[in-house]
């Protein structure tokens, strides 16, 4: 395992990192410490989960994962926070000092853990100034409880904003942002990738796969596969990116990933990987199968001529799907 820099940190972490969504929920206890203890094997040592999936089993699984391995030590292990965690408070979501300090101590119970690595904000929040959100995790940091600070689905102004503000304020700054990037949706090529590598952000993509649409199991006009992400009832969100817009670009595609002798998952998986400015590609595994096939794309290299084929099917900076929407809470957006 090649262990890359996680910005400006001093850390090192493994170019793909275990996102834990499906843990709690889709996957059992039992599998989902399975596939935990495979990818640490591998070399994995960073892992991400957060408060809202399944509201808070992941974190309950993954923290029994982690106690039963005895690995936490070696473990980069980050969360998030923002979403509502309750349906009768008002409170119980959003970017505030009383939620943020509040849901810590409820993500460190569950995780079984003294401390958190990273402590992600799970999305942008309009109605709470980024003064007041940085406040409280400058004083988590400050008591041990949290190592660092980040954001997701922040957009290049948000995390400059932070950065003044931590700056004139002086308080712990953000050091990473987890926004979406894949193949069909490239606009952080624009000007989130340029801003991070500048101010030494890492970069840890959602996504990678276009939930699923990039493994090519979808097909035009066919109907999606038993158990799958857009299986039965879909809403606007999955409408808006599983089209045949994407499918014609997935089918395009394809042969590339054949003449490379791989996978169309580890294709597009890899493809993000290379990149320049990105540091770890976040993977969500519900199946041991899934992982197994994930893992592979550790080992694919890129030639120029490549790259260019697939610049030419979506040019540098451009979307055919959206992935850059904050489609959870009341403060939600769209670019």
Not at 191 to 220: D, H, N, V
Not at 241 to 247: G, I, P, W, Y
Request: with cysteine; aromatic share 8%.
């Amino acid at each position: 395992m090649e262990y890359r820099n996680f910005g400006r940190t001093g850390v090192k972490v493994s170019p793909l990192c275990l996102g834990c969504m499906n843990f709690g929920g889709k996957t059992e206890l039992e599998e989902s410490c399975s596939i935990i203890d495979r990818a640490l094997d591998e070399g994995i040592n960073f892992v991400d989960t957060a408060n809202m999936y399944s509201r808070g089993k992941s974190e309950e699984f993954t923290g029994e994962a982690l106690k039963r391995s005895g690995k936490r030590g070696g473990v980069v292990l980050a969360t998030k926070v923002y979403a509502r965690m309750a349906d009768d408070d008002p409170n119980a979501m959003g970017n505030s000092r009383r939620h943020i300090i509040e849901q810590c101590e409820a993500s460190l119970r569950r995780l079984q853990t003294d401390w958190i690595d990273l402590y992600q904000i799970h999305r942008p929040s309009s109605d709470t100034p980024i003064d007041e959100t940085l406040g409280a995790l400058d004083d988590l940091i400050r008591a041990g409880k949290v190592r660092y600070a980040g954001t997701s689905t922040f957009a290049a102004w948000q995390c400059m904003e932070s950065l003044w503000v931590s700056e004139r304020k002086g308080l712990n700054r953000f050091v990473c942002e987890q926004p979406p990037y894949n193949i069909l949706d490239r606009r952080i090529e624009r000007e989130l990738i340029p801003m991070g590598r500048t101010y030494g952000y890492a970069l840890i993509p959602w996504s990678p796969l276009a939930g699923g649409i990039l493994t090519g199991k979808y097909q035009s006009g066919g109907a999606a596969p038993e158990g799958s992400r857009y299986a039965g009832k879909v809403n606007q969100v999955q409408i808006r990116r599983l089209n045949e817009a994407s499918l014609g670009t997935v089918d395009q595609l394809r042969p590339l990933a054949e003449a490379k002798g791989v996978s169309l998952s580890q294709f597009a998986l890899s493809w993000t990987l290379q990149t320049e400015g990105i540091t770890s590609s976040i993977i969500g595994p519900r199946t041991m199968e899934q992982l197994e096939d994930n893992l592979k794309a550790l080992g694919v290299g890129w030639t120029a001529e490549e790259l260019a084929a697939v610049d030419k099917i979506v040019p540098p900076g451009e979307m055919i799907a959206p992935f850059y929407e904050a489609d959870f809470g009341p403060h939600s957006y769209r670019v």
